[in-house]
Structures are given as structure tokens and as C-alpha cells.
């Protein structure tokens, strides 16, 4: 399943972070509603990176309508600091395969 992003410690592989982020109610209603599993209705993150020292850019599929969230990281907690449409950054699909590369700002 996807609507969460696991930070695990590099020496032993122990969770250090947990960043949830799920698709609201309505958007996983109306994916379910043109037809699509609940299943792949969730929000699979497809694209992680770290555009600032203390930023963290994600992007998620959020059921069928992809978005990107920017979050602030403070010590081991996420702050979303802005949300935007994630057309053309992430995958609608979550089991469509791809590459993504964050070159500069």
C-alpha cells in the first residue's frame, strides 16, 4: 500500500521517521467512481527529493490525481509548506514506472 514514506537509519535499518500522507475521502470516491481499484485508489509517493537543505519535495499519485507537496523538516518532524498540482512531475498510475531527475532549483 502506499500513503506513507519510511526514513530508516542507514546502520541498522530502524524507522527513524514516519511521513503519512493520504488521499482525501473525496478524491479516492471519485477514482473508485471512473472505475479504478481501491487498491491503486491510494496515494503511491513516486517522487521524493530535497531541494534545499531542510526541505523535502514530494510527489504522490493521490488516486488518479497526482499532487506534490513541499514540506520543511524540523529534527524528525514534516511541515507542509506548500501543495500544487503534480501533473507532469509525478505518474497518475502508481504502477506506470518512471524516473524522476530534480536538476538545480
Known amino acids: 500500500m502506499g500513503n506513507i514514506v519510511y526514513n530508516l537509519s542507514i546502520y541498522d ?3 527513524t521517521t514516519r511521513l503519512s500522507w493520504y488521499s482525501s475521502d473525496d478524491d479516492i470516491k471519485m477514482c473508485i467512481v471512473k472505475g479504478k481499484d481501491e487498491d491503486l ?10 531541494p534545499a537543505q531542510g526541505s523535502l519535495l514530494s510527489c504522490g499519485t ?3 490525481r497526482p499532487l506534490c507537496r513541499t514540506y520543511s523538516i524540523n529534527g524528525n518532524n514534516y511541515t ?13 498510475d502508481p ?11
Open 62 to 64: 493521490n488516486a488518479f
Open 80 to 92: 507542509v509548506e506548500t501543495e500544487k498540482p503534480g501533473q507532469a512531475m509525478c505518474p497518475y
Open 41 to 50: 485508489c491510494q496515494n503511491y509517493i513516486r517522487v521524493l527529493a530535497i
Open 95 to 105: 504502477t506506470h514506472n518512471s524516473t524522476a531527475v530534480f536538476v538545480g532549483e
Open 13 to 15: 535499518l530502524a524507522e
